[in-house]
Structures are given as structure tokens and as C-alpha cells.
């Protein structure tokens, strides 16, 4: 009888950690904020912080007994309470646009799923007035996250910069903010809970990546640690879910192509789902769906499966891309900005036309003068609004940590040289659209830097380089050092997470 309780107990200590390690966030939060701003150290909070702390602690290192040579499982013992503090430690509204992506979440879960369209291509937005403010200290959130009474009926007429993002990519914000409604929470309270249920969703993508592809798992699970992925990953914003599942994606399709026994139908169908996902995320992204063609290579695989998941995967990704991106091409925004820097798409695009060799110059210009920059916002150098900045110290042990994971992991396979190849090729014309696109979309006419270009945006491929440099023969045995490295990381996280807090309080 005592060995199925505790065998039960272990099935459920993720669950566990993950509400623990909530509760103690939340007591570590309210506590810290009133020492800050009331002087005093609250003897009632750090009667319930302790005794929860040591409680998470204890589930935390029986995670690692248990779990200790399943790097996906150590990765969630760590990653879970380093995510609820980014969770709740950064102010509303202060991930990247997380307030335009708020709105387009709310809209959603009012059944509004397209953003309609007047004549003149505008379309404007009922948002509750609690949804429009952002907050930047602690003390202005705390004064209104509890006593405030939110009534959803009083709202501002709002222009959505986020109006031409695939409602699907808000599919769980939206039900958090539906719940939170149900439940009768006020405005601020039902952002932590749409927050939260990205998370969950990252844990769980993350999770299964690292469990699913076939090497280069310690290097996934660090880049995963990484402080910008993991800022984003517990934001409202649709880049949560990109992230997630096009990070996914890649470890999905390494496992089906490495995989010995023979790929079901169901793993065909879960395929071809991720790469139509592809499509309906940002079309810089769509180069990934390339990774399909790898399945030439795939002897111990019949040709009949190998034209369907081509064919299929390719076709139905591209076409749905375009389509939804002309779709998009209907709703305007950012005109002022867009007047006032001499921004023209169509004259920009007869640019780059007329003189190719220029444009390509620009990217080449931007990436010497900038591409440092990228990376190291890639990292997590600078979070919220960009103006969270973090010590560079931090962000160079962040980029050595996940370095070092390459050559600290046995590799039972790996890429060959044309395969290491392809991938990179896919990585530069990823890299190549996305400056394109802000250049068009975002830089006056002949510019020659790229405006609007952020480091964030090449996360989803930054991945694959990293990837490449996992081969076989480069392994340094360290017993345990999966435990040991990211627990670094996450240290680094939980210094991450102090400059966080000086920033709000």
C-alpha cells in the first residue's frame, strides 16, 4: 500500500511542483513588495513563504533523485518555479507589445476571431479599460490587483497593431481570459491567468521536445533557459506560442527522420499539423518547412510515405501561408509612424527590385553594423520594452552555458555534412526574410539600416546552427553535468529575475 502511494506521489510531482511553486512565487512577490514599499518585513507572509519554500525545495531535489538521467525531466524540475517568477515578477503589459496581443486574446474570447474591416481598411476594437494599462512599478499593480472591480462593459475604442495575427496563435490566452471572466476575476488577475496558460503550454512543448529529438538534448534544454525565450514564453503574446511549437517542430522532425522503426500514420499526420502551424505564424517563417526535403535521405523509408510528407508538408504550408498573408495584407496600422519615417511597401519593394544587389547590401550593412546587438537581444540583454537592461556579463555566461552544452552531451547520432549544410542555409534565409521584411514594412524608402529589427525574432531558428555543432565524436564526459549546468542556468535566471524586480520597484 505505501509503495502505490508514493509511486501515485511521483506521478504527480510536476503538477505538485508546478502549484507549489506558484504559491511560494506569489508569497515571495507579496512579501518582497511590502518590505519595498511599506518598511516592514511582513511576519504573517514569511510564516506561509518558508515552510512552502523548504516544500518546493523538497520536491525540486526529489524531481532530481528520481528523475536525474532524463534530461527532459530535469530541465521541468528547474524550469518550472524560474518561469512562474519571470511569470509574476514582470509588470503587466511589459513583455514585448503583450498589450496588443492582450487585446487581440480578449477580442478572440468574445468569439470575435477576424477583426473586421471597414471600407477604408481600418478596424477598431472595444478593449475593457483594465486591459489598456501597463505597469511599470509594483506599487501602482499592487493597489489595483486585488481591490479593483472591473467592469468589462466600460471600454476605449482601440486600433489593434496585432489585428492580422491568426486568432489560433491566442487559442489558450483567450480561454485564461475566459475563465478568469467566469470566475469573476477583475482585469489585472485574468492577464496572470492567460500568462499562465502559455506557460503551461511552453512547459509542455518543451518537455516533449527535449524528450523527442534524437541528440543535442542538453543544448536544446539550455537555449530553452535562455532569459528573452523564457520572458516571452510566460507573456500573452503570440510569440509564446511560436516559439513553442516551431521549436517543437524542429526536435519532431529529427526524431521522425533519425527514428529506426517505422513512422505510424498518426506521426505523418502530426507532421504535416506542425508544419501547417508553420503557415499561420509569420511568413519569414516558412524556409523551416524545408527541413522536410531531408527525407530523401531517409533510406529505411518507402518512397510513397516520403511523397507525402514532401509533398504534403511543402504544399499545404506554402499555400496556406500565402493565403493567410494575403488575408493580412487588408488591415492597416501604424500609419503615423509609417508617414512620419517615409515608409512606402510598395515603392520599397520596387526598390529592392530594381536594384537587387543594393538591397542585399543593406542586410549585409545591418547585420555588421547590428548583428551583435540581435544576438545578444536574442539572449535576453534587454527585456520588457526593451529598456530591462541586463548586465552583459550575464548574457556571455548565458551564450557560454549553452556553448559548452554541445560538447558536454554523448551524441548517438548526428547531422551529415549536406544535411548540416541545409540547415543553415535554412537559417541565413530565414534571417535574410525577416530583415527584408522590416525593410519593407518598417524602413523609409532606400534606408540603408534596417528599423524595427529585433533579436527575438531569430529565435525560432537559432536553434538549428546550434544543432549542426552536435556531432558524435565531440563529447567531454562529466557525470551528472546536466544537472549541474542547468542549475547554472537557472542560477543565472534568479539573478535575471533580481534585476527584474529592481527595474519595477
Known sequence: MKEKVLKGLFKILFLMEFVIAGITIVLLYATLTTKHYGGYWSRNLLILLVPMFILLATIVILNLIKNRTKIEKVFLGF????GWCYLIFIGLGYTPDE??????????????????????????????????????????????????????????????????????????SSIGLSIGKILGMNGLLIQYLARMCNYIIFLIASYFAIKKIPFGKLVLSSFLFMPMLIHQAVSISADSLINSVLLFYVAYHLYLFFKKEEIQKREIIYYILLSIFIAITKIV??????????????????????????????????????????????????????????????????????????????????????GEIYLY??????????????????????????????????????????????????????????????????T????EIVEGVQGRY?????????????????????????????LMLSLLNVSVIGNIYEFFS
Open 458 to 486: 531569430f529565435i525560432p531558428i537559432a536553434i538549428l546552427p546550434l544543432l549542426c555543432c552536435a556531432m558524435k565524436e565531440n563529447y567531454v564526459k562529466i557525470k551528472d553535468i546536466h544537472i549541474y549546468l542547468l
Open 285 to 370: 517563417y516558412l524556409p523551416l518547412v524545408g527541413m522536410s526535403f531531408f527525407f530523401i535521405f531517409k533510406k529505411d523509408m518507402d518512397k510513397r510515405k516520403k511523397q507525402v510528407i514532401i509533398i504534403t508538408s511543402v504544399v499545404a504550408t506554402m499555400l496556406i501561408g500565402y493565403l493567410w498573408y494575403m488575408f493580412s495584407l487588408k488591415y492597416t496600422a501604424n500609419e503615423e509612424y509609417l508617414l512620419a519615417h517615409n515608409v512606402n511597401a510598395k515603392e520599397q519593394v520596387k526598390f529592392v527590385l530594381t536594384h537587387p544587389i543594393q538591397g542585399l547590401k543593406v542586410v549585409e550593412h545591418t547585420l555588421l553594423e547590428i
Open 444 to 447: 523609409g524608402v532606400g534606408g
Open 79 to 82: 524550469m518550472i518555479p524560474i
Open 99 to 172: 498589450n496588443p496581443h492582450l487585446w487581440k486574446s480578449y477580442e478572440i474570447s468574445q468569439g470575435q476571431f477576424i477583426t473586421p474591416i471597414d471600407e477604408n481598411g481600418k478596424s477598431n476594437i472595444q478593449v475593457p479599460k483594465d486591459l489598456v494599462r501597463a505597469y511599470q512599478n509594483y506599487q501602482e499593480l499592487n493597489q489595483e490587483l486585488i481591490s479593483k472591480e472591473t467592469n468589462y462593459q466600460e471600454t476605449e475604442n482601440k486600433v489593434n497593431p496585432a489585428q492580422n495575427y491568426n486568432p489560433i496563435l491566442y487559442l489558450f
Open 377 to 442: 537581444g536574442m539572449v535576453g540583454s534587454h527585456l520588457g520594452w526593451l529598456n530591462i537592461q541586463i548586465p552583459m556579463i550575464k548574457i556571455i555566461g548565458f551564450m557560454m552555458l549553452i556553448v559548452l552544452a554541445i560538447f558536454l552531451e554523448k551524441h548517438e547520432v548526428s547531422l551529415s555534412t549536406k544535411q548540416r549544410i541545409w540547415l543553415l542555409m535554412i537559417s541565413g534565409v530565414v534571417i535574410i526574410l525577416t530583415i527584408l521584411a522590416l525593410y519593407v514594412g518598417w
